[in-house]
């Protein structure tokens, strides 16, 4: 079982062009392919509402323990590249999923759409 990180929502199942599990609450998205993480941290869930934002989220989430990519830090000052990072759905459906990064060096944040 996989429990959302940012609301504690357990995650289901879904179909779009790969399997993932997705929470109903806030449009996370968790990409079933390599890594899996067995130790979820889960935050107080001061989301349930729905009315948090994208930026709302990316300043709460615990990113520790995240998976990692490959990912060229932001921050122009810093030699990082690696990040952990998860996925949002917070667009239509439709649309790929935006991407948040923390790097693993400086803790810099962005995202990518
Ligand atoms: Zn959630
Ligand atoms: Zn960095």
Redesign the pocket.
């Known amino acids: 079982m996989h429990f959302c990180p940012f609301c504690a929502t357990l995650l289901s199942l879904e179909r779009s062009t790969t399997f993932r599990y997705a929470c109903a609450t806030c449009r996370y998205v968790y990409p079933i392919h390599g890594v899996h993480r067995h130790d979820v941290v889960v935050p107080q869930s001061k989301f349930a509402s729905g009315a948090m934002t994208a930026d709302d989220l990316t300043d709460s989430v615990a990113m520790q323990g995240q998976p990692t990519t490959e990912a060229r ?1 932001a ?1 122009v000052d ?1 030699p ?1 590249m690696q990040a952990f990072y998860v996925q949002m759905q917070i667009r239509s459906a439709d649309e790929p999923p935006t991407t948040f990064y923390e ?1 693993t ?2 803790k ?1 944040r962005w995202r990518t759409d």
């Open positions: 830090c921050n810093c990082g790097c060096r400086c810099t």
